[in-house]
């Protein structure tokens, strides 16, 4: 498999925000977010090569029962259901983050489901190239739908402003009875101090509409630093 990176972290995210974990990153992704905060996992090239038994090793030299797979976008991977599998028989409690542009089953404990709003699309910018097909292929409703019903999920929007709401208003609509206390709101930040800028902001939304504030822990406390 492409792994980007493999270590041992604080949750900086969603509802286990504080929790260690061991954070499995793989690489490679099929969107191009304007503000993504791991390009280095993007592309497959810089990654290393890994059987799903290697990666298996190296997670169980961490004492961490959390284990979080992320990217980049993991359910590209063909290997993921196997991992996912290796990981559950050795007892672990799987989080997979996911930006469900795609659907496929798998074995997993809490599925951070992260649509992406007309905000990421790269107008402008290194990816901008990539503004058609980001645009087409960001949000799969039937995908998001099949999480929900499968999962024990929660559904996390990155916002920059106010005016991202009616978006998530809208694709809410178009969703199977969701709970809003699964609906995070997590500040569009890639700085410390974009972070403090527009947290009170965000946070002052969910009060308002009754969504859940997400922190962003990795930020605030290690600026992005790359194994953090
Ligand atoms: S989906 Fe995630 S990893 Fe992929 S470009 Fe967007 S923020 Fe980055």
């Known amino acids: 498999m492409n792994v980007s990176e493999i270590f041992l972290s604080i949750q900086g995210e969603g509802r286990t925000a ?19 905060d791991t ?9 290393q090569s890994l059987t799903v038994e290697e990666i298996i090793n190296r997670v169980e030299t961490y004492p961490s029962r959390q284990v979080v797979v992320t990217g980049g976008e993991p359910l590209i991977a063909p290997e993921l259901p196997m991992l996912l599998q290796e990981l559950k028989k050795r007892d672990k409690y799987i ?3 996911t ?3 795609r659907y496929h089953p798998i074995v997993c404990d809490l599925v951070n489901i992260s649509p992406k709003l007309a905000n990421s699309t790269p107008r402008q910018g290194p990816y901008a190239q990539f503004a058609e097909t980001h645009e087409k292929n960001r949000l799969n409703i039937e995908a998001i739908k099949s999480f929900i019903i499968n999962y ?9 402003s106010e005016r991202d709401l009616s978006e998530i208003d809208a694709i809410l609509k178009e969703l199977p009875g969701v709970d809003r206390d699964r609906v995070m709101l997590m500040p569009q930040a890639r700085t410390k101090q974009q972070y403090r800028k527009r947290g009170p902001e965000i946070a002052r939304l ?7 504030y997400s922190p962003r822990l990795q930020i605030e406390l290690w600026s992005r630093r790359r194994g953090k």
């Open 95 to 97: 989080t997979l983050e």
């Open 99 to 101: 930006n469900a542009t």
């Open 39 to 47: 390009e280095y996992a993007l592309d497959i090239k810089p990654a």
């Open 206 to 212: 969910c009060v308002e509409k009754g969504y859940r």
């Open 18 to 36: 504080g929790v260690v974990s061991v954070f499995v990153r793989l690489a490679g992704c099929d969107l191009r977010c304007a503000w993504c």
């Open 152 to 160: 024990d999920y929660q559904l996390k929007f990155v916002v920059e």
